[in-house]
């Protein structure tokens, strides 16, 4: 099969949408299966790689440290059609996830989108942040998925999520995959000497981008809160980005900075030694779909202290493999991260951990994507337009950008009129019964 992939993050960026991506690539490229991956153009990104395009892009967008592809009508038909692709795979629902829909549907292919990120606990990144912009995130989303054939949730809860905005309603639940293998042994106590933690002391950590949209001040409070109460603790921190100097100034207010270690953005070796040094994991976000580095934390043997929120419910059994606290709450966080500092206590919960792990386990989780794509493909027929001449090939790019600015035009025209009704305005597919739809695709 070829499979023909879009994302709007990729290497070298850190992140779990791009490791999504690569991880995904090569799983199916072990299982016999070509595929090809279309990203941005970024700083730092290898010279040399196989089976992927790169498109023009701008860089740091808005300050982020993610970049803005500039889709242009046309750069890839040469790519694509030597490539002759069995199924598009989008990984974002705008910008390269719109040219994915273009491609999908100029040369009749089936499409299969992803839906990793809740995009509106993101809109911070863009000018002009507000409710409006967070409702027609949301409705972006939710309306790129009805120009989809297939929808991937990483999650139930994210699956459930997404029916109740009035997606498409042929959801597959796919997890991201994580290589239990390579997280299941690393050295722990290469960074505990380096930094000076005490080889027997008990180490919270965390790993992921030091965002807004992660909730890490109220993480940060509720460790620090533990730290005080537990005078042989550290807080270990892998990542980088803004949030850092607001989690170190709120370290050393609660007169514990000494004891809260900042590594950077760690990758290979590293990344898996640096996930041994810890005895447990805190996550706090509400932004996630799944929570990757929960999977990979957990194939670790560490058991994890997080809030409830979709994406993070199916991981984390609260007894089980970790603690699944109802809300933000510091104080019942720092508890939950003092009563675990039981070794004993956390064997078991080791145990669990681990099982869970297996099964978002890379091989597992591709397989069944490959089960989305077999039934994407087995839906549509064999006929692309990639078969007639140039002119119905134009006909066809034609109409695929008509019905691209038709979907987008009807979407923001009922945002700016105020109609979105609770999640879904009036006219949305399967609002009520009798109602008309949305354009085919």
């Known amino acids: ?6 994302t709007n993050t990729y290497a070298p960026i850190v992140g779990g949408v791009s490791e999504s991506v690569q991880r995904l690539k090569t799983q199916l490229q072990l299982a016999g299966h070509d595929v090809l991956v279309v990203a ?12 992927v395009v790169r498109v023009a892009a701008v ?9 803005l592809p500039v889709p242009i009508p046309g750069q890839l038909i040469e790519a694509v059609e030597a490539f002759d692709p069995d199924v598009v795979h989008s990984h974002h629902p705008f910008l390269l996830g719109d040219t994915a829909a273009r491609v999908a549907d100029t040369y009749g292919l089936p499409l299969v989108f992803t839906h990793h990120t809740l995009y509106e606990h993101y809109t911070h ?58 997280f299941a042994s690393g050295n722990a106590e290469a960074w505990r000497k380096r930094l000076g933690i005490p080889l027997d002391a008990y180490v919270v950590g965390h790993l992921g981008r030091l965002a807004r949209e992660k909730n890490l001040l109220f993480l940060t409070e509720a ?38 270690h900042f590594t950077g953005n760690l990758q290979g070796p590293a990344l898996v030694d640096a996930y041994h040094a810890m005895d447990i994991f805190a996550f706090a976000s509400h932004s996630e779909t799944q929570g990757m580095v929960i999977a990979e934390a957990m194939a670790t043997g560490l058991p994890v202290v997080a809030v409830d929120a979709p994406g993070i419910r199916e991981m984390v059994g609260d007894e089980r493999n970790g603690r699944l606290l109802a809300r ?10 003092v ?10 919960m080791s145990v669990a951990a681990r099982r869970t792990a297996e099964q978002v386990d890379e091989a597992r989780c591709a397989e069944r994507c490959l089960a989305v794509y077999r039934r994407a493909i087995a839906a549509g027929g064999p006929y692309t337009h990639a078969d007639e001449g140039g002119w119905e090939r134009v006909r066809a790019r ?36 009798g109602e008309s739809e949305l354009p085919p695709k």
Not at 339 to 348: C, M
Request: some cysteine; overall charge negative; proline content about 5%.
């Open 398 to 433: 034609l109409g695929a950008e008509w019905r691209m600015l038709r979907h987008r035009g009807r979407l923001l025209k009922h945002l700016v009129q105020g109609e979105w009704d609770q999640e879904r305005p009036s006219w949305w597919p399967g609002r009520r019964e």
């Open 339 to 348: 009563a675990l500092s039981d070794a004993e206590r956390r064997r078991t």
């Open 223 to 260: 460790v620090t809160s533990a730290l005080r109460q537990l005078p042989q603790a550290h807080f270990l921190v892998v990542g980088s980005g803004d949030a850092r100097a607001a989690m170190y100034d709120l370290a050393r207010q609660q007169d514990v900075a000494d004891r809260v």
């Open 40 to 51: 941005p153009r970024l700083e730092g990104q290898p010279h040399r790689e196989d089976n």
């Open 59 to 67: 860089q740091h967008f808005n300050g982020s440290d993610f970049s």
């Open 328 to 337: 933000d709450d510091a104080e019942i966080m720092s508890q939950a991260l």
């Open 1 to 6: 099969m070829n499979v023909l992939m879009f």
């Open 125 to 182: 990144y863009v000018p002009g942040d507000s409710p409006m912009m967070q409702r027609f995130a949301k409705a972006l989303a939710t309306q790129y998925s009805h120009m989809c054939d297939e929808v991937i949730a990483p999650s139930e809860s994210i699956r459930q999520l997404l029916l109740e905005r009035g997606a498409n309603t042929s959801i597959s639940v796919v997890p991201s995959g994580v290589d239990v293998a390579r």
